[in-house]
């Protein structure tokens, strides 16, 4: 069964490349930022979950696509709806350093790229 590409993994593809838009090097950069940091629910274990999900991307992003498992799949679209709603909340005020824009770098979508 070996190369069988994980189920699912098509269908999402695309969303997954227009939702994650910094590179795995621009987004491990930003997730050593205090900005990046700042945002997001620890769940009380000091580390956020979108924090969380920037590091997984950057795996899933340096993996080649035959690798992918069902669950970097399940991953995939946890972050592709989470970017889409996101999305959708866009403040009025300042983008550029909101709270909004950061917690969706830590999902590897910069809104202003």
Excluded: C, F
Aim: proline share 3%; aromatic share 6%; net charge negative.
């Amino acid at each position: 069964m070996a190369n069988q590409r994980a189920e699912g993994l098509d269908d999402v593809w695309d969303d997954w490349q227009d939702a994650v838009n910094m590179t795995p090097k621009q987004l491990e950069e930003w997730l050593e930022t205090d900005e990046s940091k700042s945002v997001g629910d620890t769940g009380g274990d000091g580390e956020s979950t979108g924090h969380q999900s920037g590091r997984r991307i950057v795996e899933i992003q340096r993996t080649k696509k035959d690798d992918l498992t069902e669950d970097d799949v399940a991953h995939m679209r946890k972050v592709v709806g989470y970017v889409h709603r996101h999305r959708a909340q866009k403040p009025k005020d300042d983008v550029e350093h909101s709270k909004w824009r950061y917690s969706l770098m830590n999902w590897g979508n910069d809104p202003l790229a």
